[in-house]
């Protein structure tokens, strides 16, 4: 297990860290969050990162099956959350 900065936030690989006012990663399963396709290109070391941490989360908890882009998904969600001003807490269109 290790702990990662990526885009302007540390990420542990064993949780997200909670956001005063907003839902936390592990939370977002109980509220019902409509996600929609978007393909993304990385660096490659990025991919490789996302990769290991998943890799990670597996051997955690095999039953749960972690994708890089489900990693992947979650850092950037959680960053606009706490950096943009246009992004309200529990916003869903």
Do not use: W
């Amino acid at each position: 297990m290790g702990e990662y900065r990526l885009i302007g936030i540390t990420f542990r690989s064993s949780n997200f860290m909670r956001t005063k006012g907003q839902i936390s990663m592990e939370d977002r399963s109980m509220v019902s969050i409509k996600n929609v396709p978007m393909m993304l290109s990385i660096p490659k070391k990025y991919r490789d990162v996302l990769r290991k941490l998943a890799a990670e989360r597996n051997l955690e908890n095999p039953d749960k099956v972690t994708s890089a882009a489900q990693i992947g998904s979650k850092i950037i969600c959680e960053y606009l959350e706490k950096n943009s001003e246009l992004i309200k807490p529990h916003d869903e269109e």
